[in-house]
């Protein structure tokens, strides 16, 4: 049972870091060349956390939670692998709120207040993929 919700516990996290990077290569392509592309990068990424990023953060959660009910320890390397992954976890969700102002943004057509949005957004999206990066390379020495 552990190791069949170890592995949903892995797939899920690699399809969140796998989601938070292509994510990074739409906003790359589109971001800059002008308000059409904007407008459309704007609800694509919405669309994308909503469909794919939230669903696989929750589920990553869940079976996290799950895998700790089942076999609790309070070594060192977990905490720290606990604290990156909620730090991904809380990052994450501000970026998903920044990610829906910044379509209402450009719904309205303001591109100044979706300048300053992106760039907060953009902010926090480095913090999520450090997070998720180091709850990675935790998970992996935990698994040892
Ligand atoms: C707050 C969110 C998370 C929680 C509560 C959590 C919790 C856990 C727990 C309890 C374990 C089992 C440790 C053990 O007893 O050996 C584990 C293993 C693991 N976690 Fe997480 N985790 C979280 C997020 C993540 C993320 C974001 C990643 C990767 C991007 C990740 C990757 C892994 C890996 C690779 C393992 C080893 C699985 C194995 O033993 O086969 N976790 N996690």
Same mark, same amino acid.
């Given at each position: 049972?552990?190791?069949?919700?170890?592995?949903?516990?892995?797939?899920?996290?690699?399809?969140?870091?796998?989601? !938070? !990077?292509?994510?990074?290569?739409?906003?790359?392509?589109?971001?800059?060349?002008?308000?059409?592309?904007?407008?459309?990068?704007?609800?694509?990424?919405?669309?994308?956390? =909503?469909?794919?990023? #939230?669903?696989? $953060? *929750?589920?990553?959660?869940?079976?996290?939670? %799950? #895998?700790?009910? #089942?076999?609790?320890?309070?070594?060192?390397? %977990?905490?720290? /692998?606990?604290?990156?992954?909620? *730090?991904?976890?809380?990052?994450? =969700?501000?970026?998903?709120?920044?990610?829906? $102002?910044?379509?209402? /943004?450009?719904?309205?057509?303001?591109?100044?207040?979706?300048?300053? !949005?992106?760039?907060?957004?953009?902010? %926090?999206?480095?913090?999520?993929? =450090?997070?998720? =990066?180091?709850?990675?390379? *935790?998970?992996?020495?935990?698994?040892?």
């Amino acid at each position: 049972m552990r190791a069949l919700i170890a592995h949903f516990h892995v797939i899920s996290a690699s399809v969140w870091l796998g989601c !938070v !990077v292509t994510e990074a290569m739409f906003e790359r392509a589109l971001l800059g060349r002008g308000p059409e592309f904007e407008r459309t990068l704007a609800a694509l990424h919405w669309r994308v956390d =909503l469909g794919i990023e #939230l669903p696989a $953060l *929750l589920l990553t959660v869940l079976s996290g939670g %799950w #895998l700790f009910f #089942l076999a609790p320890h309070w070594s060192a390397v %977990w905490w720290f /692998k606990f604290g990156a992954g909620t *730090l991904a976890v809380a990052a994450n =969700l501000a970026c998903i709120g920044l990610v829906r $102002l910044r379509q209402t /943004k450009a719904d309205a057509g303001d591109w100044a207040g979706f300048a300053r !949005v992106d760039a907060a957004q953009h902010r %926090w999206g480095a913090v999520v993929a =450090l997070g998720l =990066l180091a709850a990675l390379g *935790l998970g992996v020495v935990l698994h040892a």
